[in-house]
DNA sequence: TTAAAACAATACTTTTTTGTACGGATTTGG
DNA sequence: CCAAATCCGTACAAAAAAGTATTGTTTTAA
């Protein structure tokens, strides 16, 4: 389980132009330094988030790139969406199948199915929830409120398998 | 965000020895029979788990495989880590870069590490409580059982965020 | 003893992902 | 107008992941 490196940094030059001021623009050149990649890898990324209009451009030569809404108003959900090569829709997990058989063998009795599924809620709440803001806090702040969430969850957790038991 | 081949296939296989009783085993031909995966990838798979321990070898004409421990036993985490080639380490994490820059631009302010960790945090939790047995359940039960905690993440999470803001 | 069935391990091929290169289009400013 | 700086887009190269092939070892059973 992991995040492709698309994902991570095209997040990153997302956070970037997340702390412009109203009006300004970062150009690729300024984000590619900024991140320590090269600005044809950096060029790569805005376009996907252009296409997915997230992010706005102005060509020419003193061009750039910002973001299209409030910081506030752009989800990691919205930035992973953009930047992922193909989106499996739910209903599509089965039919990606790389085995041998023409159906899926695994249609009727899925047993791992429920475990994606609900892997993936857990995942799509946790990015449809936080913002690219939330990103441009303080280190501290935002790891406070993300163990806080993180603490909350395994103890609510714990409850919910006691009662279960 | 997404889950390497390995590690889905893997599991799978490892879900399929769950079931068995006390002393049977499965052939890595039965399988690869039920998951309609190829022998050969089914054998590079058990390879991994045995060499963690999780799972245990007959060889010879009658050979096959079983889990070590009980299903109860063994999590998914257990599985994945058996499966998924090299463990970035936590403090690993700003080391793995692909950037031009000898150190770590981010090093001093990475906006994306709280992000990181808390979603780490979030999965490991989840694969760490989720065991073999839970996905041996039918469909139905597991499902109810997962959507529960989901929903009760997100409620305490909407919460939190309400204290917060 | 020998053949068959199965695990063990590594090497190899194919596909996907990652990252770079380059030529074209657009705007600024001299 | 022309040069420089920038976005735009595709094509290409390198690396990693996915999946297959092959050869060897172990055990069963005729």
């Known amino acids: 389980m992991?995040?492709?490196?698309?994902?991570e940094y095209g997040?990153?030059?997302a956070v970037q132009l997340a702390s412009l001021a109203e009006g300004e623009t970062l150009s690729a050149p300024e984000i590619a330094e900024r991140e320590g990649l090269s600005i044809e890898?950096?060029?790569?990324?805005?376009?996907?988030?252009?296409?997915a209009s997230l992010v706005r451009t102005v060509?020419?030569?003193?061009?750039?790139?910002a973001l299209t809404r409030l910081p506030e108003e752009i989800s990691l959900?919205?930035?992973f969406d953009a930047l992922s090569n193909k989106r499996?829709?739910?209903d599509e997990f089965c039919k990606s199948f790389a085995g041998k058989s023409e159906t899926c063998v695994r249609s009727s009795a899925c047993t791992i199915?429920?475990?994606w599924e609900i892997l993936s809620l857990y995942v799509e709440e946790f990015t449809t929830k936080m913002t690219l803001r939330d990103l441009i806090q303080s280190e501290q702040v935002t790891l406070n409120k993300t163990r806080n969430i993180a603490q909350a969850n395994v103890e609510q957790y714990r409850k919910l398998k006691e009662m279960n038991a």
Chains 1, 2 share one sequence.
């Open 41 to 51: 890898y950096v060029s790569k990324f805005m376009l996907l988030l252009k296409r």
């Open 77 to 79: 959900k919205d930035v």
């Open 59 to 65: 060509r020419g030569m003193k061009g750039g790139f």
């Open 113 to 115: 199915r429920p475990f």
């Open 11 to 13: 997040l990153r030059c």
């Open 88 to 90: 499996k829709a739910q």
């Open 2 to 7: 992991n995040v492709s490196a698309l994902e």
